[in-house]
Structures are given as structure tokens and as C-alpha cells.
DNA sequence: CTGAAAGCGCTTACAG
DNA sequence: CTGAAAGCGCTTACAG
């Protein structure tokens, strides 16, 4: 069990643990040839300081925090590569966290083994909100609108995701239209549905109460409510659209299972422009919703909050991409 | 900026920090009094423990480090829920590093701010593995096969993969094969192609040396190579084996350009099990290697190495997913 | 049961 | 340019 310290350096290369703190960390106040000779040393050594030493004493930690409720489904995973690429330009590590829904997150975020914290997803209370923002934690939010003097948000315009889905069925001739909803709490169904429904009330074409299915972002909750809605012969609507690709997914598939096409008898749009909708047949319409630029944005954002910049809200436009899942009404 | 430290906690609550440690800690020296008197204080003040101070002084840091190259593509996402689901179970933090090739990858493993490791991918020299040995960090490696003392490998059965693949497309009849191969310095690539070659030559069947193409495991890749052998007007071969499923459905798109039908005209297996595999049309055979279980052995024999036992090398079998994209030789 | 003190490994003013 | 010393926040024997 080979612990080396600073001090077996400092012993070593017969010098002072100052001179190896100072040679190690390239302060240019030490001899060249002191440094080269401490370096030589601690190479030998295989030394390798001590992060908690270190940060104990030290301002900041050149680490950022990414907190992730999940990392499966390929939702996150290229977002964390593209957030880890520019945490590595500027100069920091990234420590990615699975938060625990049960734990509380605010410990982790003021731990100090951070600099800055980008939270895919996290529940914090107001309090926890207060506190974080008496801590001046630079910490971006991607989960929920909010901004402080430490904290920003870089989020998808969900509003406009579904103002744009609704728009476009309605461009498409389609008057009656459904919704397959994501996750009651989370900020993106919602906001995406207020959009939705927003955009069908100002074109003054009703929405039926019952056309509020459930999908929760999964392929297997949006079958099982589709094919509950069939089972239950409610009248077939025009269109359709999901909060998210796999959802659409899902509906597609008890549609399959009623014979019904698309999108001969029915259209389907869906949202995020998930790897899989260029390998399904049809091709699935989608709105894309960006999802490595909003990495980029947070990181860049984050960046500039840890230089000392005020926080700010920032909204991702998407656009649709047009494959073969939607017909002109006939 | 309040920066709360037990010795706030201590002078606010009227006793010494040993004793706030002791209460906060569980440790049940003391009375239960004293113990609720400063649990309350520390909550009033929103005292967060530093972990670098604790982690500096304790023992054991209750982290493990999960070190991966990427996390894109959906490959890993699953796999480090997975993992983090029984950390947690045996109480322990998980920390996910994306692992940059061109930094040394054993200053953060010996960081000390981790009990243990799990490697789904880390460029590591002899004299790393060494350094490592010596360490005694309990460490298990996921990309190839090694065994020490503090460390293991649970790895996929590659070469029996490979074996397995073969095996199918002869008992369909195929006798003129291809293989799709990887990456040159990959383990599973070697490995899955070693078992292929040898099962066909056991099987005293003939592998055309142009009929080994190089996928890289990505959709494109393979999609080029086909494309090219197609184009330069090699004979059709009767079944292909791709070393994974990615670089199978670019192999396909190559061969529909050229209209040549799957499996009606050619036989195509893959290798993973991806999601996409159920979604593709035709839905596409394949070996299900077991990602997620091979997560939790990994976890486990981590586990098992820190609580003292000592490293061995374990290898997960894979099976075949019949699907539609392999046919019998007419 | 409680507290004073040492020490974990490091950085950083401050002397010299 | 170099070193002695303080101190970061905590835990842990050790006295009392």
C-alpha cells in the first residue's frame, strides 16, 4: 500500500513541501531547476496529490457537477458527452450524478467538491432554491424556468413545441385532434400541452376532453392508453400529437394492432427527433428539439456564470422534421 | 455567502466539535440529548458537511468511480442506472467519469475519493495496472480480461459470441459467409471474430479473406464498407455476421440500395440486442449479450472485492433473438 | 458522556 | 527563490 505524499516528495527530493506544492502547480516563483528536479521526484514516486488535501485548502475545485435522473434510453447520454467535451475546452472535470429521488440533492450541490452544477434533473424545494442561491453555487437549470443572480436556466421552448405540432396539423387540414400527454409534473409536458391546446383554442377548433391520453414519455403507458381509447370505440381523431418520440411509438403500435394506417387514416407527430424515428416505418414526424445545442448552451452558460456573469433564461427554439407520418386530410 | 462549518454548529449548540461529529455521525457514545440539542442546531443553520474535510481524516469515502468512454448511443445509459441502482443498495455514492484517452486515467482512480471502480472502458498501461495492483483499490474491468489480488473482469463471452453466430448461419445453411468486424484494438471485436473464425473452420467451411469488412461498430462505417464491396462487384455472400447491431442495419441499408432483399437474398445477424433491433424492418436476429446483467455482476463482484475477496475473471454467455433477417439457404 | 488535541494532505501568505 | 507555519473541515484515539 503505496500512499505517497507530499511529504515523502518533499523528503525525497530534499526540499520544502511548499516548493513541492509550488513546483507541482507550475507557480513560476520556483528555481527551473528545482521544479524539474521536484517533478523528476514525484515521478519516480508515482506521487499523485490528494484531491481532498487540495480542495480543502484551495478557492475553487475545476469541478462541475451533471445531475441526471436517469441515464438510460439514450435521452441523456449524448448531452453528457457534449457537456463533458466542453467542461474538458475550459479547463474542468465533470462528475456526473444519478440523482436519487429520495435523497436530498442540495448536500451534493454545496459539498464544495464543485465549481458549478448543471442539473438535468433535480427536485429542490423553495428553500432549497433560497439556499443555493445564498450560496452563489453557479448552477444551471435545464429541467425548470428559474433565475438568480448564480442560477440560470437553458431550456427547450416546450410552449412552442406544441403551438408548432398543432399549427402544423392544422396546416395539414386536421380538425380532430389528440394529445398524448408526458408526465403531470414535469415542466415540459406541461408546458408542451399548453401549447398545444393554446394553438388549437386561437384557431377556435375544440379539443375533446377524452383526447387527453396519457403516455408518460414511455412506448408501453401511450399503447396501453391508445389502445384503451380503440378498445373503448371512441371515434378515430385526425391527428395525433405525442410528447415525445416514444410515446408516438407506442400509439402507433395499437393503432397497428386495430389496422389502422399511418398515415392513410390517421397523422402522427411526435417530439425530441429521436434516433429511432428515421428507422421506423413510417418515418416518424417529429419536432426536434435540439437536445445536444441545449448541452452546449447550458455548459456555455454555466461558464458564464462561474465568470461572474447574472443569471438568465434561455429558450431553444425547435423545428419540425418532415418524414412520413402525416398526411394532408383527405 | 454562509459557509456553515462544524465549528458553528459546535459553538452555537454549546459543545465541542468532537462531540457534533459523534452526534452527527450516529456514533452512540453520546447522550441522546446532547445528540437531538445539536441535530437541531445543525438543521437550523443548514449545515452540510464538507466532504472533503471528512473524506481527508475517514477511511473509506463510501464512492465508487464508474469510468466510461461515452456516454452517447444508448450503449452504457442503461447499464450505469443499473449500477447505480445497487450502489445504492449497498450504500454507496456513484460517480460517473467520461474518460478522456488522452489523460491518464489512474491519478482520478487513485484519488482517494473513491473506494472502488468499475471500467467500461479506460486505456490503462502495464505499468498503470501495476501501480494499480499495488494500490489495492478494488477495481473491475469490463473491456478485457485481467485478474489480480484488488481486481477482476466481468466481460462478455465474446469469442462465444462469435462461435454462436457462426453456428446459426451454418445450421441455416449458409456456407459462403461474411463478417462485419469492429474496432482493431477492441477486446469484444477480436474476441467475436476469433470465435467466428474458428467456428467455421472447425466446421471446414472457407472464409473469403475480402469478406472481413470493417463496421467500427457504427451504422456508417459498415454502410460504406458494403456499399463498397457491392459496388466493386464481389460475389453476394449468403449471410452476414456484424459485430454488432448498428453496424448490421448500415450493412442493410447498403444492400437495399442495390436491391438485394433481406433474408430473402442474404442472411444478416447482429450483435447486442439494440433497441432498434424490434423496431427495424425487417426486425433484426441477433445475439443478446446482456448489457444490463453484466452491469449487475460488475456491481456485485466490485462489492465483493471490497469487502475482501480476491479477483477472478468472469465471462456472461450470450443467446440468440430470433427475429426475421435470417432465413434458411433455398 | 464530553472535550482538547493531533493529524489527514494540501495551499498560501509571510519571512527570510 | 525557498521554507516554516497556519489553516482548510473534519474524525478519532485519548483523557477526564
Redesign the interface.
Known amino acids: 500500500?503505496?500512499?505517497i505524499t507530499i511529504k515523502d516528495v518533499a523528503r525525497e527530493a530534499g526540499v520544502s513541501i511548499a516548493t513541492v506544492s509550488n513546483a507541482l502547480n507550475g507557480s513560476d516563483v520556483v528555481l527551473p531547476k528545482t521544479r524539474e528536479h521536484v517533478l523528476d521526484v514525484a515521478q519516480r514516486l508515482?506521487y499523485?496529490?490528494?484531491?481532498?488535501?487540495r480542495?480543502?485548502r484551495a478557492a475553487q475545485t475545476r469541478n462541475i457537477g451533471l445531475f441526471v435522473s436517469?441515464?438510460?434510453?439514450?435521452?441523456?447520454?449524448?448531452m453528457?458527452?457534449t457537456i463533458?467535451y466542453l467542461c474538458?475546452k475550459y479547463g474542468y472535470?465533470?462528475?456526473?450524478?444519478?440523482v436519487?429521488e429520495e435523497k436530498p440533492l442540495?448536500?451534493t450541490l454545496?459539498?464544495?467538491?464543485i465549481d458549478g452544477a448543471i442539473i438535468l434533473f433535480g427536485v429542490l424545494s423553495e428553500k432549497d432554491i433560497r439556499?443555493l442561491a445564498?450560496?452563489?453555487m453557479p448552477t444551471v437549470f435545464m429541467d425548470h424556468e428559474i433565475a438568480e443572480e448564480n442560477i440560470s436556466s437553458v431550456i427547450y421552448d416546450s410552449y412552442g413545441h406544441g403551438r408548432m405540432a398543432a399549427e402544423y396539423l392544422l396546416g395539414l387540414g386536421h380538425r380532430d385532434l389528440m394529445h398524448i400527454f408526458g408526465v403531470s409534473r414535469n415542466y415540459d409536458s406541461i408546458q408542451r400541452q399548453a401549447g398545444f391546446t393554446d394553438a388549437l383554442r386561437d384557431a377556435g377548433v375544440a379539443l375533446r376532453p377524452e383526447n387527453i391520453l396519457i403516455g408518460r414519455f414511455e412506448q408501453s403507458a401511450a399503447y396501453r392508453s391508445m389502445h384503451r381509447y380503440l378498445k373503448e370505440g371512441y371515434p378515430l381523431p385526425d391527428a395525433v400529437f405525442a410528447a415525445n418520440d416514444l410515446s408516438a411509438?407506442g400509439c402507433i403500435r395499437a393503432l397497428r394492432e386495430y389496422r389502422i394506417r399511418v398515415p392513410e387514416d390517421i397523422s402522427i407527430i411526435g417530439c425530441d427527433d429521436h434516433?429511432?424515428c428515421s428507422?421506423?416505418?413510417p418515418g416518424l414526424t417529429t419536432i426536434r428539439t435540439h437536445m445536444n445545442e441545449l448541452g452546449v448552451e447550458a455548459a456555455r452558460e454555466l461558464f458564464r456564470l462561474i465568470g461572474g456573469g447574472t443569471g438568465s433564461v434561455q429558450r431553444l427554439p425547435g423545428d419540425i422534421v418532415v418524414r412520413h407520418s402525416c398526411a394532408m386530410r383527405t
Open positions: 500500500m503505496n500512499k508515482n499523485i496529490p490528494n484531491v481532498n488535501g480542495q480543502l436517469s441515464m438510460a434510453g439514450s435521452y441523456y447520454g449524448d453528457a458527452d463533458h474538458k472535470e465533470l462528475h456526473i450524478f444519478i436519487d442540495l448536500p454545496r459539498n464544495q467538491s439556499q445564498l450560496s452563489r411509438l434516433l429511432l428507422y421506423v416505418t
